[in-house]
Each structure stands twice: as C-alpha cells, then as structure tokens.
C-alpha cells in the first residue's frame, strides 16, 4: 500500500499564492514521476504540473509561467508553488504518483491523494 498525504490547500484571493505539499509513503522502490491534478465542478480531471525522478517538468498552459513543481527526492515528497492566483484555478488538487513497488520492481502503478481543495475568490 502507497499513501499519499497533501496538504495546504485553501482560501485565497486572486493574486494570491499557495504551496501544496504531497509526501507519499508505503511499499515504494522508486518513484519515477509526481505531479498534480485538478478538477474543477462539472469538470474533468485534468494535469496541472508533473515532475520526473529526474527532473524534467511538465505543465498545463494555463498554469505555465505562475505555478512551480518541485520535488524532494530523499523524502518522496512534491510540492507546487501557486503564484497570481485565479478564480479559474478554484479546483480540488490532487497529488499523483507513478511508482515501482518494492514487491515486484517491475510494475508501475499509479497512487492518488484523497484531495485539497483551493478556492480563489474576493
């Protein structure tokens, strides 16, 4: 079992900033991707930011030039820092991660955090 615990959602005004934090623990080998997704009512689940083992990041247009994914190798830990919020960012945010179980390395599997809510509003 994989657990993946967020954390730092919540109110903001437009232009405001949050940091979401996801430490995932459990029968992990390794992990070779983190990222967030985020699903807005009556919508799809969508990608926010995704970060790899080694790196290499990955964003959603909307989001590009005010959100930052970063990651913490050693503590299996993601974290996106939210700048210039918008309403249109209001959503439920929920940390993902692609891993290898330490009881067959050959598998990738996929975790989910229960959520966090962000709400921009004035």
Same mark, same amino acid.
């Given at each position: 079992?994989?657990q993946?615990?967020?954390?730092? /959602?919540?109110?903001? #005004?437009?232009? =405001?900033?949050l $940091?979401?934090?996801?430490a &995932?623990?459990? *029968?992990?080998?390794?992990?070779?991707?983190? /990222?967030?997704?985020? #699903?807005?009512? =009556?919508?799809? $689940?969508?990608?926010?930011? &995704?970060?790899? *083992?080694?790196?290499?990041?990955?964003?959603? /247009?909307?989001?590009?030039?005010?959100?930052?994914?970063? $990651?913490?190798?050693?503590?299996?830990?993601v974290?996106?820092?939210?700048?210039?919020?918008?309403?249109?960012?209001?959503?439920?945010?929920?940390?993902?991660s692609?891993?290898?179980?330490?009881?067959?390395?050959?598998?990738?599997?996929?975790?989910?955090?229960?959520?966090?809510?962000v709400?921009?509003?004035?």
């Amino acid at each position: 079992q994989v657990q993946l615990v967020e954390s730092g /959602g919540g109110l903001v #005004q437009p232009g =405001g900033s949050l $940091r979401l934090s996801c430490a &995932a623990s459990g *029968s992990i080998f390794s992990i070779y991707a983190m /990222g967030w997704y985020r #699903q807005a009512p =009556g919508k799809q $689940r969508e990608l926010v930011a &995704a970060i790899t *083992s080694g790196g290499n990041t990955n964003y959603a /247009g909307s989001v590009k030039g005010r959100f930052t994914i970063s $990651r913490d190798n050693a503590k299996n830990t993601v974290y996106l820092q939210m700048n210039d919020l918008k309403p249109e960012d209001t959503a439920v945010y929920y940390c993902n991660s692609h891993y290898a179980p330490d009881y067959d390395v050959s598998l990738a599997l996929d975790a989910w955090g229960q959520g966090t809510l962000v709400t921009v509003s004035s």
